[in-house]
């Protein structure tokens, strides 16, 4: 069978040969399709490629009834109805490795430029300017490099610097000891790299945890005269807190591809001579552009013929009446994915995730994967998804299993997910309850019945008398409101765990506080 492909955005034509020297595809490029025209072409094609131009909107999916595959040339997904594609069953694909190279290359070549002020210098010349004197610049060997974020990126600038006879210092919440050996860098906590490097590059995804990491309390944390590299998502950064840095001396320089708001224009940080800038090429090369190409055409020809693809982003295609089984405990599964990541104070190593009861005789690989993704949300946000998650997973050294038994502990169905570290296992289990949704029942040893949703405050404590009434009041004089509380214990007078849902989310200076209370041990804040 033949199987025809539209290229609707332009595309590097060598980056298109895969398609092209395939036997089993026709391609079409038409890169000035309207909306119209695309909503009365489209039922032609069994695959679409695209990259930010043209928008894959829910109309036009609705008229794709051959449709099986939408390819991106490029990370994001943006101008693609996800949800509607998902429910026509059409996969959607995309190149999140094709620009590693580019952007590791772009992050040395900022740095490079920074440390000897070569666009300064360049900038004076052009005014008709010699001055070698102003433009002194420093060293990188023997200098300490820390990465914060070790993924693809970050591992690849890693490499680099250590070409460049950096010493390297990273932090990634995947990262071991033992990782960080055999890469040969130093393991650190965020601290520990905010503390000893002389440079700093960024590479993890801008999340909720990660926006404003660097702020004006971690760059008071920093080596006087620090330099700061940011090629991977603007917001990271706090931009009002660099130029503060900047003008006080703690930060010698600053170089910066991307930005909070874009076009990056009229910023008062671009009037500062120490800082060196960008507009977002981190993937602007001939060869990125390339890749992202080949790595999409890749994918449309494996599903079209058959194969799996490598870079899904959205569900596969589940039976309806398996998904009509197993869509109410989609949320619970995720939920106790997420719930679990915020107890796990090291490197999680092992997923075990038991289904029992009703749960034993379901289709249960689609909850898994929501599970996985759960846990690592906290850290990658959306660059996880259903379909990714446990090739994800894998590739952060984490092995994901799965167990049945008909066993429920008094349950109709229980699913229970525990993680392992090196030196720790922590588990939560949870259920659906006929007319109250998901509960999460048990976390580690503990019984417990909440509702896994909203702002939650987990303490564990030594059972003492008057312990509830001291947390009670520290949470009133900081204006929270209790709206549920659990308590249990491992016996009297032993360790014990209460869980509280509250108002609104606890600043840290009260989590402090409470963590200062002799009878507790430890303080988690979670919002689900």
């Known amino acids: 069978m033949i199987y025809n492909v539209l290229i609707a955005d332009p595309l590097s034509e060598d980056g298109i040969q895969p398609l092209q020297e395939s036997e089993d595809i026709n391609i079409e490029v038409n890169t000035d399709l309207t909306d119209a025209e695309l909503i009365e072409r489209i039922g032609d094609f069994e695959g679409l490629i695209v990259r930010s131009q043209t928008k894959v909107t829910r109309e036009i999916i609705q008229h794709a009834d051959n ?44 740095l490079m430029s920074l440390t000897r002020n070569i666009p300064q210098a360049f900038n004076a010349l052009k005014n008709n300017e010699w001055n070698r004197k102003k433009y002194v610049g420093v060293e990188v060997k023997n200098k300490t490099l820390g990465v914060i974020g070790l993924g693809r990126i970050g591992t690849e600038v890693a490499s680099r610097a250590k070409g460049q006879r950096m010493n390297i210092i990273a932090y990634d919440p995947f990262l071991t000891e033992e990782k960080a050996d055999n890469l040969g860098i130093r393991f650190g906590t965020v601290e520990d790299v905010l503390k000893e490097a002389d440079f700093i590059t960024i590479h993890t995804p801008l999340l909720k945890e990660t926006k404003h990491m660097l702020d004006a309390e971690a760059f008071q944390q920093m080596k006087d005269g620090v330099q700061i590299v940011n090629c991977a998502r603007g917001g990271i950064i706090d931009e009002d807190a660099l130029y503060d840095a900047i003008q006080s001396g703690k930060v010698a320089g600053a170089a910066m591809d991307v930005f909070e708001e874009e076009p990056f224009l009229d910023n008062k940080l671009l009037q500062l001579p120490e800082v060196i800038a960008t507009p977002h090429l981190g993937a602007s090369t001939i060869e990125a552009q390339e890749n992202v190409a080949i790595d999409v055409c890749q994918d449309v020809i494996r599903c079209l013929t058959g194969d799996s693809v490598r870079n899904p982003v959205n569900l596969p295609s589940v039976p309806q009446e398996i ?95 525990e993680v392992k570290t090196k030196s720790a296992s922590r588990s939560v289990a949870g259920t659906l309850l006929n007319g109250l949704g998901p509960r999460i029942v048990k976390v580690d040893d503990y019984s417990v019945d909440f509702t896994p949703t909203g702002h939650l405050v987990i303490i564990h404590h030594q059972d003492q008398p008057g312990v509830i009434g001291k947390m009670g009041s520290m949470l009133a004089r900081n204006q929270v409101n209790i709206a549920t509380m659990q308590v249990d214990r491992s016996d009297i007078g032993g360790d014990a765990i209460m869980m509280l849902t509250i108002d609104r989310h606890p600043e840290q200076e009260l989590l402090n506080q409470l963590h200062e209370l002799d009878e507790i041990k430890d303080v988690t804040a979670i919002d689900l």
């Open 67 to 110: 449709l099986k595959i939408i390819g991106r040339a490029g990370v994001g997904v943006d101008n693609i109805d996800l949800d509607a594609a998902t429910e026509r069953g059409i996969i959607v694909v995309n190149a999140p490795n094709g620009n590693t190279n580019s952007a590791a290359e772009h992050t040395m070549a900022m």
């Open 323 to 417: 998904m009509h089984k197993i869509e109410p405990y989609f949320m619970l599964a995720e939920k106790l994915g997420n719930f679990l990541i915020h107890l796990a104070n090291e490197v999680i190593e092992e997923v075990n995730i038991f289904y029992a009861g009703d749960l034993n005789e379901l289709e249960v690989a689609p909850l898994s994967r929501n599970t996985v993704k759960g846990l690592l949300q906290r850290h990658l946000g959306d660059h996880v998804n259903d379909v990714n998650a446990l090739f994800l997973a894998e590739q952060k050294g984490i092995s994901v299993h799965e167990n049945k038994t008909s066993r429920a502990k008094g349950f109709t169905n229980l699913l229970t997910v």
